[in-house]
């Protein structure tokens, strides 16, 4: 009898002991999954699985996706809504959307519209430029080609013509600097192997990102229907950007000096001026603003666009976003009010 009862308390035992282990195994899963779903301003990103290709190239929505690795994703992003603190700052018009984030306190001092699609204009070509920062051989010969050149009346582009080599440095600060867009498709091409190709890139980077409502259609911003993006996602693309080696280097010059050796003569050298108002003197900064990093944008349907990386007299960093103005002075007028936020 002794032994029988002996023999039932060990068997309780271990029904008590499996029942604790499956308990335990439950919640590990259930904490794993938790962790490789990250939400990100009510969206969330899916990072279980390596992010498919084939599935959303040339899609025109790009909203959920997976991303290939996220170790710390969200960490230090800033979180908020479609609007916060609107009444910090009055917009010149109803297209105009602004941003203005604490980059390093991840904090959002000012918002609106900052998830609704957009046109990003030239803005693009930070995605451009960081790819060829961390893809490209800056001193790599480049030979300037017709396909380079073949963009719409009125695109912006530099004094660089057919059988031109260059370095891809010197490309990219065409990109940055000048808004290039004769630049941009050399270095697209230049990276990816061919323009289509860079494109994937693109898209898949903006993914890795966390760029949920962005779409690329090309390297330059030059306007199409499936090219878009957002506020929030200009945000995340600079934020990454700017502490690229070599990236804020190019996108904080006033100009740059580009060495070109032409198919036939002797080597020249022109200077490009920024494109950026603030580093031409058009338009004063407020004081004690220092730019870092800075992008303009500009076409019919984006309107006048500015990405800025600055910093304040205590040396606290800001990623700051206005998009859609009428014109320059509304642009840059309201990216001061902006600016005038960070040293109060």
């Known amino acids: 009898m002794k032994e029988r009862r002996i023999s039932r308390k060990r068997r309780r035992q271990i029904l008590l002991l499996r029942n604790v282990a499956i308990a335990l195994a439950v919640i590990l899963v259930i904490g794993i999954i938790l962790i490789r779903v990250v939400f990100v301003n009510g969206r969330t990103l899916d990072v279980s699985a390596g992010y498919q290709v084939e599935v959303h190239n040339g899609a025109e929505e790009l909203s959920e996706f997976r991303l290939a690795s996220a170790d710390g994703f969200a960490q230090t992003l800033v979180a908020c809504g479609e609007e916060e ?7 010149s018009s109803d297209t105009e959307k602004a941003l203005l984030f604490n980059i390093d306190e991840q904090e959002a001092v000012c918002a609106t519209g900052i998830y609704e699609r957009i046109y990003p204009a030239s803005l693009t070509k930070i ?24 963009l719409g009346e009125g695109a912006q582009v530099s004094q660089l013509d057919v059988g031109d080599t260059v370095k891809l440095g010197d490309l990219l600060n065409l990109v940055l600097v000048y808004s290039s867009n004769d630049a941009s498709k050399a270095v697209a091409r230049t990276i990816g192997g061919s323009e289509e190709n860079f494109v994937n890139m693109m898209n898949q980077k903006a993914q890795s990102l966390g760029m949920t409502g962005t779409h690329f259609a090309n390297p330059h911003g030059l306007h199409e229907e499936a090219h878009y993006t957002t506020l929030y996602d200009i945000y995340l693309m600079m934020n990454y950007a700017y502490k690229l ?19 036939a ?8 001026n920024s494109t950026d108002e603030y580093f031409t003197g058009i338009y004063s900064l407020p004081q004690n603003v220092t730019v870092l990093a800075s992008k303009t944008g500009t076409t019919d349907e984006a309107g006048s666009c500015l990405s800025l990386v600055v910093q304040n007299n205590y040396g606290v960093k800001y990623i700051a976003v206005v998009t859609g103005a009428l014109n320059k002075d509304n642009l840059y007028t309201d990216m001061s009010a902006l600016l005038n936020l960070i040293n109060t």
Request: charged share 20%.
């Open 245 to 263: 080696p070599g990236f804020s280097e190019a996108a904080s010059k006033d100009s740059t000096e580009i060495h070109v050796s032409p198919a």
């Open 127 to 150: 995605m451009t430029a960081l790819l060829c920062v961390e893809n490209g051989d800056l001193e790599q010969a480049v030979v300037m080609k017709d396909t380079d050149f073949e």
């Open 265 to 272: 003569g002797n080597a020249y050298t022109f200077i490009a």
């Open 85 to 91: 603190h609107t009444n910090l700052i009055s917009l």
